[in-house]
């Protein structure tokens, strides 16, 4: 495998991406906290709310650098390690990358800058402003990728003229339902992240005794978004799994562990899959008739089994089921534990609320992992295609030497890696170090202009 | 429309090394300006809230090579690998050394970070001058677009020399600009070594010139393209308009004349090197061009949209942005 540029090169776009991922839906969440903790200090002028933006503010500046510095390797991966997809399919995803950058990177960063930088040098009103853009324009950079990749999911609106695939209706590429489904589920998890980020972070606060007030003013805000994010979350992942269910139905079989095609399709709740044998080990606890319901909505539908699929045409199945079972687990879980923070948000320092500060805080991995399980459910769930139906990832490489691609495969894994433990580190002083005291810029305590 | 498209390819490269040019090449001069924590504290200011959005010009760079010419995206891309797997460890280093110096707590700390944010950005500057000698020049594609060489491939004499040459442009620029945002000892250390600075710029680039003319095909499509004098007016204008004001202390002006000379430079180049993109060493006819890697014409139709409704948003609120920030930075600017 070693010998395998083109796995090499899998397992390199497959890293950096899950680097990447793990910064990126932390600013996207933390930016809408920041936004709304500073437009209630826009509107009630109270300095404590002035305080909480620039905490969590601060956290999410350092994480908004790390999520740009291991994001630039992605678009360069597209030339240096697949070459021959962005050959045949630039013409359409091409576009949707640089329309992505030309929209929203260069919003990002300056408003972002604004913001940092800004604290004594605009009125409050416009500092409030550039926040919320740097939220619009993380959402507008989501919804391009997100669209690029609902195009390799389900390529729609180009043709295959002079051998590549060409763009043909560019509203169709944009607008496809997979795009729009995918882009809703996958933004609003971000956002539930970032709530159960403010959420777990501030109960240990509360547990290391610093700043009960403060902490808890952090939770009383981010308790209603976690709630009301985290159960959207669950429905936008059944409409997601509808909409897979009409476009991929091998991924559908492969997440679910489905081999013959039937009707009335129960889930077993104890399931593990045996690919070699083309069945599962075990099959217990079935749920009659749940399989076909989830996916079509009737009770009789008929759900199309991996044998129904070549060999050489099936995703890796125990990965796909792993991850899709991981992310439903911790999405069905999640509501139950903001429904808890929520419904004790304003006592949530009191003596007897320590489990509950407990589980906030054992929380904190979850809706990353689940986050992470759903993009390797999406990207691996693919396979073998690159783009579904069009093109095989075994056809999409660069003529690289293996050696190139192990040596930068070895070099971005162990940089990345010092980069995220680095940033923990120092991502965790700014999260711990207690409510903005006297050592705090001045600004925190003036109101300013406006 | 091709045309177009490759003087849109060209003014995005240029507004990259003109803009992200000077923080690379003051943040390399790091240590060399600033001897105490203030002043270092000052460097950072004058690049900390510029350098992302500069950088996002490299990112559209891409983008736009990727979205107009995919055929010349996926070809540069992979034939220089390895220089480019090394410019990405360059810049995940300068960025994360920018982000992570705000929080460090010791003065250790900060050593190590400065000492691997200034490392990162010399060896940024002396990738893209690498880099870019190598595109003007041509590298060994064979007919089916497949690089025929390896890293050490594009470390030829000229390769490196544009390395040194784009390092002293970039310095010289840089230094221009923190002369611009900055005051106090460490301005007055850069001051003194501007002169240096300029002369290194001169010198080399009267060599990279001439180099050029000698083992590129840039010189000889001058008689074709009698335009490319301009450009090549326009840089040697902008780098005696940079040290006549650096002489006479006007240092946004100077480095206006500095960004002259870079642009300038590049456009000449890249005008020369047109209709290729990257020129094969082996045999003109194996080079990517513009025409031959192009993307469909619906497409960049709909990315000229793009470019002419956006570029002028960008350029408004960048411009706002800028008049924040105007005026000289302080070391306590920092959030």
């Given at each position: 495998m070693l010998s395998d540029a083109l796995f090499l090169s899998r397992l390199q776009f497959a890293v950096s991406t899950a680097f990447h991922f793990i910064f990126v839906p932390l600013s996207i969440g933390l930016a809408l906290v920041v936004a709304l903790m500073e437009t209630q200090y826009l509107r009630t002028r109270d300095l404590e709310w002035k305080r909480q933006a620039w905490f969590w503010g601060r956290i999410l500046g350092l994480n908004f650098v790390l999520g740009v510095v291991t994001g630039i390797t992605l678009e360069f991966q597209f030339g240096t390690n697949w070459s021959a997809y962005s050959k045949y399919v630039g013409d359409v995803f091409g576009p949707l990358l640089a329309i992505e950058v030309t929209t929203a990177f260069f919003l990002e960063s300056t408003f972002l800058a604004v913001w940092i930088f800004g604290w004594k040098k605009v009125s409050p009103r416009t500092h409030v402003i550039a926040i919320w853009m740097v939220l619009i324009g993380s959402l507008v950079s989501a919804y391009w990728i997100i669209a690029a990749n609902a195009w390799m999911q389900r390529p729609v609106g180009f043709a295959i003229r002079n051998g590549r695939a060409e763009i043909t209706d560019f509203f169709a590429v944009v607008t496809q339902p997979a795009a729009v489904i995918a882009f809703a589920h996958t933004v609003i998890s971000c956002l539930t992240l970032g709530a159960f980020f403010v959420l777990g972070i501030s109960a240990i606060n509360i547990i290391l005794g610093k700043g009960e007030a403060f902490f808890t003013r952090s939770i009383a805000l981010a308790a209603p978004l976690a709630l009301v994010f985290s159960i959207l979350t669950a429905a936008g992942g059944h409409i997601n799994g509808e909409e897979i269910a009409k476009i991929q139905p091998a991924k559908l079989a492969a997440m679910e562990s489905h081999w013959e095609t039937s009707s009335r399709v129960p889930i077993a709740l104890l399931t593990w899959p045996d690919e070699k044998n083309e069945g599962n080990y075990i099959e217990a606890i079935k749920v009659p008739g749940l399989l076909s319901v989830m996916a079509f909505r009737d009770f009789n539908a008929e759900v199309k089994g991996l044998k129904e699929f070549p060999p050489e045409d099936r995703p890796p199945v125990l990965l796909s089921f792993l991850s899709f079972r991981l992310m439903v687990g911790i999405g069905t879980v999640m509501p139950g534990i903001a429904l808890l923070a929520w419904f004790f948000r304003k006592r949530i320092a009191e003596k007897k609320l320590f489990p509950l500060r407990l589980l906030l805080a054992a929380a904190l991995p979850l809706p990353w992992l689940a986050i992470l399980a759903g993009w390797v459910l999406t990207e691996v769930g693919r396979q073998p295609w690159i783009v579904y139906g069009v093109m095989r990832t075994a056809d999409a490489g660069s003529p690289i030497t293996a050696g190139q691609a192990l040596g930068s495969l070895v070099l971005l894994t162990i940089l990345f890696s010092v980069v995220l433990a680095v940033g923990k580190i120092f991502i965790g002083r700014l999260a711990f170090s207690g409510p903005p005291g006297d050592d705090a810029p001045a600004f925190l305590r003036e109101g300013g202009q406006s | 429309m091709i045309t177009l498209w490759f003087f849109i390819w060209v003014f995005l490269w240029v507004m990259f090394f003109i803009t992200d040019g000077y923080d690379l090449g003051l943040g390399s001069l790091l240590p060399v300006v600033a001897r105490k924590e203030d002043e270092r504290k000052l460097v950072h200011s004058a690049i900390g809230p510029y350098w992302d959005g500069n950088e996002v010009w490299l990112i559209a760079a891409g983008g736009m090579t990727f979205a107009a010419f995919p055929g010349a995206y996926?070809?540069?891309?992979?034939?220089?690998?390895?220089?480019?797997?090394?410019?990405?460890?360059?810049?995940?280093?300068?960025?994360?050394?920018?982000?992570?110096?705000?929080?460090?707590?010791?003065?250790?700390?900060?050593?190590?970070?400065?000492?691997?944010?200034?490392?990162?950005?010399?060896?940024?500057?002396?990738?893209?001058?690498?880099?870019?000698?190598?595109?003007?020049?041509?590298?060994?594609?064979?007919?089916?677009?497949?690089?025929?060489?390896?890293?050490?491939?594009?470390?030829?004499?000229?390769?490196?020399?544009?390395?040194?040459?784009?390092?002293?442009?970039?310095?010289?620029?840089?230094?221009?600009?923190?002369?611009?945002?900055?005051?106090?000892?460490?301005?007055?250390?850069?001051?003194?070594?501007?002169?240096?600075?300029?002369?290194?710029?001169?010198?080399?680039?009267?060599?990279?010139?001439?180099?050029?003319?000698?083992?590129?095909?840039?010189?000889?499509?001058?008689?074709?393209?009698?335009?490319?004098?301009?450009?090549?007016?326009?840089?040697?204008?902008?780098?005696?308009?940079?040290?006549?004001?650096?002489?006479?202390?006007?240092?946004?002006?100077?480095?206006?004349?500095?960004?002259?000379?870079?642009?300038?430079?590049?456009?000449?180049?890249?005008?020369?090197?047109?209709?290729?993109?990257?020129?094969?060493?082996?045999?003109?006819?194996?080079?990517?061009?513009?025409?031959?890697?192009?993307?469909?014409?619906?497409?960049?139709?709909?990315?000229?949209?793009?470019?002419?409704?956006?570029?002028?948003?960008?350029?408004?609120?960048?411009?706002?942005?800028?008049?924040?920030?105007?005026?000289?930075?302080?070391?306590?600017?920092?959030?």
């Open positions: - | 996926a070809t540069m891309f992979s034939a220089l690998y390895t220089a480019l797997m090394l410019v990405l460890v360059g810049l995940v280093v300068r960025g994360a050394a920018i982000g992570l110096r705000e929080s460090a707590r010791s003065e250790s700390e900060r050593r190590v970070i400065d000492y691997a944010f200034s490392v990162a950005n010399l060896v940024l500057c002396i990738l893209f001058g690498t880099a870019f000698a190598n595109i003007f020049r041509g590298v060994p594609i064979n007919a089916a677009g497949v690089f025929q060489g390896g890293f050490f491939t594009l470390l030829n004499w000229y390769g490196l020399l544009g390395g040194l040459f784009f390092t002293a442009a970039l310095l010289h620029h840089g230094a221009l600009w923190f002369m611009v945002k900055a005051g106090g000892p460490a301005a007055e250390r850069t001051g003194r070594l501007i002169r240096w600075l300029f002369v290194g710029t001169a010198g080399l680039g009267a060599v990279f010139v001439f180099a050029t003319g000698a083992v590129t095909g840039i010189a000889r499509a001058v008689p074709d393209r009698p335009l490319m004098v301009i450009p090549l007016v326009a840089a040697i204008g902008g780098l005696l308009a940079s040290t006549y004001f650096a002489g006479k202390t006007e240092w946004k002006k100077a480095f206006a004349g500095s960004a002259a000379f870079i642009a300038g430079l590049i456009f000449f180049c890249m005008a020369g090197i047109y209709p290729a993109l990257l020129p094969s060493s082996l045999d003109p006819a194996f080079s990517v061009t513009a025409t031959g890697s192009a993307s469909s014409p619906l497409t960049l139709k709909i990315m000229l949209g793009v470019v002419v409704v956006f570029l002028p948003i960008i350029f408004g609120y960048q411009w706002w942005a800028a008049r924040i920030f105007k005026g000289k930075a302080q070391a306590e600017d920092h959030y």
